[in-house]
Nanobody, 126 residues
Framework: QVQLVESGGGLVQPGGSLRLSCAAS????????MGWFRQAPGKEREFVAA????????YYSDSVKGRFTISRDNAKNTVSLQMNSLKPEDTTVYYC???????????????????WGQGTQVTISS
């Protein structure tokens, strides 16, 4: 089992920045992919960003590309999401996810991720 704990959500004005962090613990050896998703009430979970175990490859949805940056620190078993130029439409709950990459599932597929955090609320409002 892998436990994921997110932190860093909150309220920020449009155009502002937030940094989300996710700390992983437990059977870390079983995972090699980590990502962030978000889900608004009544909507499907949406891919935001993902990063390979090495950190050499990162992936972003078109809606956040150029504004968000995902990074990881394997020494600390953490993954972070730096969110800049935030927009009101970025408001929702953000989830950290971890899993084992296979050739059959892409990084943007929620099915790749066996472990999920509890979510952290991000609100963009003036």
């Amino acid at each position: 089992q892998v436990q994921l704990v997110e932190s860093g959500g909150g309220l920020v004005q449009p155009g502002g920045s937030l940094r989300l962090s996710c700390a992983a613990s437990g059977s870390i050896f079983s995972i090699n992919a980590m990502g962030w998703f978000r889900q608004a009430p009544g909507k499907e979970r949406e891919f935001v960003a993902a990063i390979s175990w090495s950190g050499n490859s990162s992936y972003y949805s078109d809606s956040v590309k150029g504004r968000f940056t995902i990074s990881r620190d394997n020494a600390k078993n953490t993954v972070s999401l730096q969110m800049n130029s935030l927009k009101p439409e970025d408001t929702t709950v953000y989830y950290c996810a971890a899993g084992a990459k296979t050739r059959y599932l892409d990084y943007d597929d929620p099915a790749l991720y066996a472990y999920w955090g509890q979510g952290t609320q991000v609100t963009i409002s003036s």
